[in-house]
């Protein structure tokens, strides 16, 4: 039971890592442990399937530096693989005289990020979109919708046709590191390998201590809460509707988002998450709460973000509160309308300090390498992210 590579996670992270590995070392052994009992079934099979085109990022980051490659390589990947997509773009609309402010700077950060934005008045907003009012809008042409569990799929099979292994089902329980070799422990087994490559998502931390390292971050999960429309409504926009972000806040805002199927989703909002997992209406889990409750970055970035974090909440409970955020660029939508829809979980990484780590971390040892945070949109990059990964372990052990 000795491979030269094993990779935690089958979210679309851990696929690409796995797809590029095979691609570059043919000849060596490699296998994908899952412990769920499907492929993608948690922050990959809950996202709103965008392609985004790296609107927002710090230039030079890995995230805008990911994301730019990203989108090419996705509308590749879905060509090559006959995976449908829809390269629709996006529209960022200023509700009022305060967010049509923050459009010069959104414009100016697409042109640093190589995008070609276009600025709308709102009069070509009302052509372009006669459901949608604002006082002007940046058109993103490059954004588009995806199905990633399809492209999930797609990558374990030719993971697969590669003689990659898989198998789910596969819980972690144990990882032990020593100068020539690796160690990792199942509930029936104990399977060897040269390297391990740790995608883990919302449980990253939790592995990254079952292995001994020293964290300074926690995983804190916020819960995304969505709305499908009636399908009457399908054909109420033609493109990815965004407002203008708060800039003092980490979150995109409540969207309304066209699906690869023809349906539009409204979401997600932002509220604190008491179950890493815990996609159902009411979400509760002892050890989750235990492990936020008990760490300090948890408090203070509660204490920075307090006013916005309740509103979350009345928002989450009050359906009309959660309505008006969208009805303030699509006033047509009713609470008729709002139908529901699956949640999703964002695993974010908190430091100690209550700094919510805004890019992509990686944690290394001689022979291992965790992905500590992997924000959004870490599904638009998971191929350039793959390739990156594949590449810091290329002169690893083995």
Known sequence: MKFDFIIIGGGIIGLSVAWHLKKRYR???LLLLEKESGLAQHQTGHNSGVIHAGVYYQPGSLKARFCKEGLTASYEFCRQHHIPCQQTGKLLVASNENERRRLNALFERCLENNLSPEQISPARLRELEPEITGKGAILVRESGIVDYVGICREMAKQIRLMEGEMQLSTPVTGI???PDRIRIQTADKTLEAN???ICAGLMADRLA????????????PFRGEYFRLQSQKNFIIRHLIYPIPDPALPFLGVHLTKMIDGSIIVGPNAVQGWKREGYGKFNFNIRDT?????????WRLSGRHLGSGLREYCNSIWKRGYLAQVRKYCPGITLQDMESYPAGVRAQAVLRDGTMVDDFLFKQTARSLHVCNAPSPAATSAIPIGKHICGLVQDGPG
């Open 176 to 178: 032990t590191e020593s």
């Open 209 to 220: 201590a079952m292995q001994g390292l020293a964290n300074n971050f926690r995983i804190i």
């Open 195 to 197: 390297y391990l490559i």
């Open 290 to 298: 235990f492990e936020t409750l008990s760490f300090p970055g948890f």
């Open 27 to 29: 000849n060596k052994k």
